[in-house]
């Protein structure tokens, strides 16, 4: 019925608002050494930074959340990522542009740009890491390809190109999840952890009345992960 898409609609548009509020909370969570918790999640993506603490002082917590998230659910593409940021040539700190990118993330949802992106995919704080996890395969995939090859001065203007590609995708409500952009099959349980979203997708969708075989059929048109190169000037 109507009324009750209606409530189902305005109840997820008020648990985006939630949303923001926990990840400003962790954004505002700043980073302390003295912390085994957050000691921990440092020692699981190898870290090596002399003062971790002033690395994620712009994006607190989260930047360190999405990070270990990319790493433990999507452990081929972050193992991918860690090693082109290694290129002699196209090198990058893979820790500081995943901060860069846990900011991106951050002003797509403060500006309401992720509404349509949090309305199909559900309000959950790991429907948000999954959209990190995105923006982190796609960016580098965009970075290994151009030519000539950047260098780290390049990278201000490079990464503002991708912002631009990127936010036109959530403009054009392209479906933005690294599950469906990846060979990663976590679903398999060949040794991957499970997304939290992956029980809840299903569902939400269904109760808006878009159905699996819809976004299907997104997927194999290609439409879902379009990817604009352009040659570095």
């Known amino acids: 019925p109507a009324a009750r898409k209606l409530q189902y609609a305005l109840e997820r548009v008020a648990s985006t608002h939630q949303l923001a509020r926990e990840i400003n909370q962790r954004v505002h969570t700043k980073y302390d050494s003295t912390n085994p918790a ?39 593409s972050s193992k991918h990522a860690l090693e082109c940021s290694h290129d002699p040539i196209s090198w990058y700190s893979f820790a500081i542009v995943g901060i860069n990118i846990t900011a991106f993330a951050v002003q797509t949802l403060r ?53 631009i590609v990127m936010e036109r995708q959530l403009t054009r409500r392209k ?15 060949h040794g991957h952890h499970i997304p939290p979203f ?19 059929d997104e997927v194999v048109g290609g439409e879902a992960f379009e990817m604009e190169t352009k040659k570095s000037q």
């Open 111 to 163: 500006t309401r740009q992720l509404q349509y992106y949090l309305f199909l995919n559900g309000t959950d704080r790991s429907v948000y890491h999954e959209l990190y996890c995105y923006l982190f395969h796609r960016f580098n995939a965009y970075w290994s390809t151009l030519e000539p090859k950047p260098s780290i001065m390049d990278f201000e203007r490079v990464f503002a190109d991708f912002k």
């Open 38 to 76: 957050h000691e921990r999640k440092l020692l699981l993506i190898g870290f090596q930074g002399k003062d971790p603490a002033t690395d994620f002082r712009g994006m607190g917590m989260l930047g360190l959340d999405d990070l270990v998230y990319y790493a433990k659910y999507y452990p081929m």
């Open 175 to 189: 479906l933005m999840m690294l599950r469906y952009d990846t060979k990663e099959n976590f679903l398999s349980g």
């Open 198 to 216: 992956v029980a809840t997708t299903t569902a939400a969708t269904t109760a808006v009345g878009v159905s699996s075989r819809v976004l299907q």
